[in-house]
């Protein structure tokens, strides 16, 4: 997500595969995260949409560029991919926030994600597993 971010949709037709490839031998968890990151990164807009509402304070182009993009993954993940429970979609995006962004990051992506799900739960009709 990091580097589709950066580098745009070139990146998408024309080294995203490649680069999933060079990272894990596991045929299963290629396709999984090709078809995560491929998801996610069409699903972006929508997502950064949502977080501009969320977050008022932090514009999407100001958050941190893995803060912005662990969030549109979860994003897409909580709306999109109904095999991940929440909780763990929450617990993971918070992880990576913490583990390879800000201090501060962990509390940032929490508040968020627990905004959109709250929020997409209530439309939905759906209760949290």
Do not use: C
Request: no cysteine.
């Amino acid at each position: 997500m990091y580097q589709l971010d950066v580098q745009g949709e070139d990146f998408l037709i024309h080294g995203l595969t490649e680069f999933i490839n060079e990272t894990t031998e596991d045929p299963k968890t290629r396709e999984l995260a090709l078809f995560m990151a491929r998801g996610a990164w069409i699903f972006h807009k929508q997502a950064d949409e949502w977080f501009g509402r969320l977050a008022e304070k932090w514009p999407v182009y100001r958050m941190a560029t893995v803060d912005r993009n662990v969030l549109r993954l979860a994003a897409w993940e909580l709306t999109n991919y109904p095999n991940t429970p929440p909780r763990v979609v929450l617990d993971e995006a918070i992880n990576l926030g913490k583990e390879f962004s800000t201090a501060d990051s962990g509390a940032f992506v929490n508040g968020v994600l627990d905004s959109l799900l709250k929020e997409h739960l209530a439309l939905t009709g759906r209760a949290m597993t």
